[in-house]
Structures are given as structure tokens and as C-alpha cells.
């Protein structure tokens, strides 16, 4: 099916395990998105990307890493998982420069 | 950067009536203005956007939102609420060309009474 999928949808982990979220656009959309949402707070920029092998820093990026060989794929990891790290993740596509933004399903990560 | 602040946590109507909910940002210049609407468990849906022109705008769903560039404000309005509005609505705001940084409210929670 077309749009933008994240996997796995529910995850559970303990601190100091790494963890990779999934994020796949069939688009081929070249600006690419992941946002932590919680309460209070909204949602929460945490690198984005503009196209394969480019990204930058979000609002909120200690603690994650994320790469993009390829277009549709923008994989989110959290190297070492820390409690504070809780939280839903949302992943985000967007064709045109400070367009509207297509959300996947999100990832709801617990770390214990 | 521009910040965007959305003042009511939670607000309650009964079905059929009128819903308000308020939006104001900060930003240096006309930013650009997005509302969405986020179902439980589901990711967050467009329900409108603001880029420039008539400050009126109409959405998905029968909702419409006025830019007020006196007030820095962008409220979103529905005429006559359904059950199945019930959601999470979130104001954005975006910086013209700059992608990266668009920044979101806290949300306003509706609940619909039958």
C-alpha cells in the first residue's frame, strides 16, 4: 500500500538497549521527518532529513542517531535507551519545502 | 524560532454545537499556519493549511480557520460539532522555506457529548 509505514508499532525495552524505529515512504518523497510526542509537549523535531545521505539535527536529538542511504527509508536509532526516551514516535514525509507533512501511525517505545 | 501555543488543554461540546479552538504563534513574518487532527492510536491528519491569500480558509471534515495577523492567531471553527470529531487537534506553524522547523502546540483535547 502507498504512504508511510512505521515498525514496529509497539516496542518494549530495557535502558541501555539500542533500538531501531523503522520509518518507509512509498512517495519518494525527498524531505523526511521523526518527532517524539508527549504529553504536555506536542510533538518534538528530532532530525529530519532533505534527501538520501542528508540530515540535520532536530529540536530535541541527544540521545538518537538516524541515517538515510536510501530515499524511502529513514531509520531511527536509540543507541543506548534510556526511561526519559518513553515515549510516541512519529515519522513524517513532506514533497515540498515547508509543505504539509504526512504522518505514519507512530511507534508507542517503552523503555524499562 | 517561531513558537506556537494552543491555550486550552481540553475542551468539551455537546454534539451539534459550535467549536472554537484557539491557536496563537509567534513568528517574525507571516509564518505558515497547518491545524491537524490526531485519532487515538492513529498518526496526525491535515486537516487545513494557511500559506498566504484569503485569510478565511476551509478543510477536510467542514472545519475552516481565520488567520488574524493582528493577533497572531489562527483559530480553527467548526459550525456544528459530530461525535466522531472527537480527537486531538494540533496547531503548527512553519517557517517558509525552512522545513525543518516546523514547530507544534500542545494540543487541545475535544471531547464530544452526545
Known amino acids: 500500500d502507498a504512504g508511510i509505514t512505521q515498525s514496529p508499532r509497539y516496542k518494549i525495552t530495557e535502558t541501555g538497549r539500542q533500538v531501531t524505529l523503522m520509518c518507509h515512504q512509498t512517495?519518494?518523497?525527498?524531505?523526511m521527518f521523526w518527532y517524539r510526542q508527549d504529553l504536555g509537549h506536542g510533538l518534538r523535531l528530532i532530525y529530519y532529513?532533505?534527501?538520501?545521505?542528508?540530515?540535520d539535527k532536530g529540536e530535541v536529538p541527544d540521545g538518537y542517531v538516524v541515517s538515510r542511504s536510501k530515499t524511502e527509508n529513514f531509520p531511527l536509532t536509540l543507541e543506548s535507551a534510556t526511561r526519559s526516551q518513553t515515549s510516541v514516535y512519529f515519522c513524517?514525509?513532506?514533497?515540498?519545502?515547508?509543505?504539509?507533512?504526512?504522518f505514519g501511525p507512530g511507534t508507542r517505545l517503552t523503555v524499562l | 524560532a517561531q513558537s506556537v501555543t494552543q491555550p486550552d488543554i481540553h475542551i468539551t461540546v455537546s454534539e451539534g454545537a459550535s467549536l472554537e479552538l484557539r491557536c496563537n504563534y509567534s513568528?517574525?513574518?507571516?509564518?505558515?499556519l497547518f491545524w491537524y487532527v490526531q485519532s487515538p492510536g492513529q498518526g496526525l491528519q491535515l486537516l487545513l493549511k494557511?500559506?498566504?491569500?484569503?485569510?478565511l480558509v476551509q478543510g477536510i471534515k467542514g472545519f475552516e480557520a481565520e488567520f488574524k495577523r493582528s493577533q497572531s492567531s489562527f483559530n480553527l471553527r467548526k459550525p456544528s460539532v459530530h461525535w466522531s470529531d472527537a480527537a486531538e487537534y494540533f496547531c503548527a506553524v512553519g517557517a517558509p522555506y525552512n522545513n525543518n522547523d516546523m514547530r507544534f502546540g500542545a494540543g487541545t483535547r475535544l471531547t464530544v457529548k452526545p
Open positions: 494557511y500559506f498566504s491569500g484569503d485569510t
Open positions: 513568528y517574525g513574518a507571516t509564518p505558515y
Open positions: 513524517a514525509s513532506s514533497e515540498v519545502r515547508g509543505n504539509e507533512q504526512f
Open positions: 512517495w519518494s518523497h525527498s524531505y
Open positions: 532529513s532533505a534527501a538520501a545521505d542528508i540530515t
